[in-house]
């Protein structure tokens, strides 16, 4: 165990305070993250956590040993929306007996779910331990792990739910401090807005563990009916197979303390009897683009694949890397304004310490105890940064191979692609030949593009004259 684990504090939403993080069983740190719905391709908010969990992974891995720590993020493919595709491509085979409605989900949830791990991957996250899918934890498993069902069951035993026009719903009023993580006194919560107005609810804030499903619509056998799990029991019962029914650390955006992570905690806590669900609870802050708040009607929506892939952000694709730099320059409590300029800062920081950590032939052996102290203060990554500056000036001094290595080193740890450039030489040269045709043509403004976007994969050009005919010609080589 790194020393670093005296000094990991960590700002817990459930308690508003930045707190000493001390683990259940250091030989097994234990966390959950709320992943993507897989209905359609992630977008750019859910990189946020992705990213800012993948380095509290990193460094709990650090302090604690790589094989100490587990890491489960789940997959959300239960889901009104793909319920219902489920039943429109594949219901003849799902009443035939030929294909389960799990299998039919996985085939409508394939393609997004693949295309989520390919961002991800490209963000330079690292893979979860565990990554369940909320299909699999609905009825009773054969390896007897938690399941919704049996959660819903022992919740009702226990009197916190009840049964009333087909649905089954948890009785807020039966968990005297529910609302603790929100700070919402069940009192004073109004009908309305994202509590739903229904008369056969004993109190308005009750929620739904378990709906009934028409003919028409997908479902599994219960013991209240074939029907379908509400949102949040998925969490519960994902959490408690993998984690355990209290662990160290739960996390998640801003937009989920309620009513989805509140609900997880009256569910864990009141079917198992427990005092806690998780000792520390971590949400990262909201994201907004070029100032305003992501909206598919302000046209300002965008995936990840369509960053990565696509010219509909600033008019060019972006390094996944470059993304993953850009989330984290902001505190991960803070809001964060996603914009061109900032890809543009982080894309030129980046290419800075990259040079500077090239000076190295390899990676330090050890990180620089000042960006692990720095990560270790509830992910101070603005403090962690301007080490790396620091240590990319002092790789440029003389005897700075060092300063170069640390530097080399913190990267891969932070997540960064520290190997040899890699470049298509066709590519380049079809680059090099498009971008002399608009010079030609005189559009600079696209000629300067995609010399950019070139230097910003490592490769800068050179323009120089024929010595025999006086024609512009242009070179490269490979530069951070």
């Known amino acids: 165990m790194s020393d670093a684990s005296k000094g990991l504090n960590l700002y817990n939403t459930l308690t508003r305070t930045k707190e000493r993080f001390i683990p259940i069983d250091p030989l097994n740190v234990r966390m959950y993250v709320c992943g993507p719905t897989v209905y359609d391709f992630a977008h750019i908010g859910n990189a946020r956590p992705a990213i800012v969990f993948d380095v509290l992974f990193r460094l709990l891995r650090q302090v604690y040993g790589e094989t100490h720590v587990t890491y489960v993020r789940n997959i959300t493919d239960v889901d009104d929306k793909i319920n219902a595709r489920a039943l429109r491509d594949f219901g003849e085979a799902i009443a035939a007996g030929k294909l ?6 996985r085939k409508v949830t394939e393609k997004t779910a693949d295309q ?36 819903i069951s022992q919740l009702i035993e226990r009197g916190h739910a009840y049964v009333a026009s087909g649905e089954v719903l ?17 009192d004073e919560q109004q009908a309305g807005a994202r509590i739903a107005v229904d008369a056969h609810k004993k109190n308005p804030g009750d929620f739904v563990l378990w709906k009934l499903s028409s003919p028409e619509e997908p479902g599994w056998e219960s013991p ?3 029907g379908r799990p509400g949102w949040h029991i998925e969490c519960s019962a994902m959490s408690a197979a993998y984690l355990g029914e209290v662990f160290d650390i739960h996390g998640g955006g801003l937009d989920l303390i309620f009513p989805h992570h509140e609900n997880e905690i009256a569910q864990s806590r009141c079917a198992h009897g427990t005092k806690v669900m998780a000792n520390v609870w971590m949400h990262n802050g909201f994201l907004q683009v070029e100032g305003q708040k992501m909206s598919k009607s302000l046209g300002n929506f ?6 990565l892939e696509t010219d509909t952000f600033g008019g060019r694709t972006w390094p996944g890397e470059v993304l993953r730099l850009a989330m984290l320059m902001t505190h991960y409590r803070e809001p964060i304004d996603f914009s061109v300029r900032k890809l543009e800062e982080a894309e030129n920081t980046l290419r800075k310490w990259k040079r500077a950590a090239d000076l190295a032939p390899v990676a330090a052996k050890d990180l620089p105890a000042e960006v692990v102290d720095a990560l270790s203060d509830d992910l101070a990554t603005y403090t962690a940064f301007q080490r790396l500056t620091q240590l990319a000036g002092e790789a440029g001094d003389a005897g700075g191979e060092k300063a170069a290595g640390s530097l080399k080193a913190a990267l891969a740890f932070l997540g960064f692609d520290v190997g040899a450039a890699k470049v298509d030489e066709e590519t380049i040269a079809k ?23 070139l230097l910003a994969q490592g490769v800068q050009l050179k323009d120089g004259k024929d010595p025999a005919t006086g024609e512009r010609v242009t070179t490269w080589e490979i530069k951070r």
């Open 431 to 453: 680059a090099i030949a498009d971008r002399l045709a608009l010079i030609a043509a005189k559009n600079w403004a696209e000629a300067d593009r995609l010399r950019d976007e």
């Open 100 to 105: 389960s409605l799990n299998d039919a989900i």
């Open 224 to 226: 209240w009916g074939r």
């Open 116 to 151: 989520y791990h390919k961002d991800v991957a490209a963000l330079g996250c690292l893979q979860p331990t565990y990554e369940p899918r909320a299909t699999e934890f609905v009825a009773p498993r054969a390896d007897g792990k938690a399941d919704m069902l049996s959660l």
């Open 170 to 186: 948890f009785d807020t009023a039966s968990m005297p401090d529910y609302g603790e993580l929100s700070k919402r006194n069940l």
């Open 302 to 307: 965008y995936s990840i694949h369509e960053l």
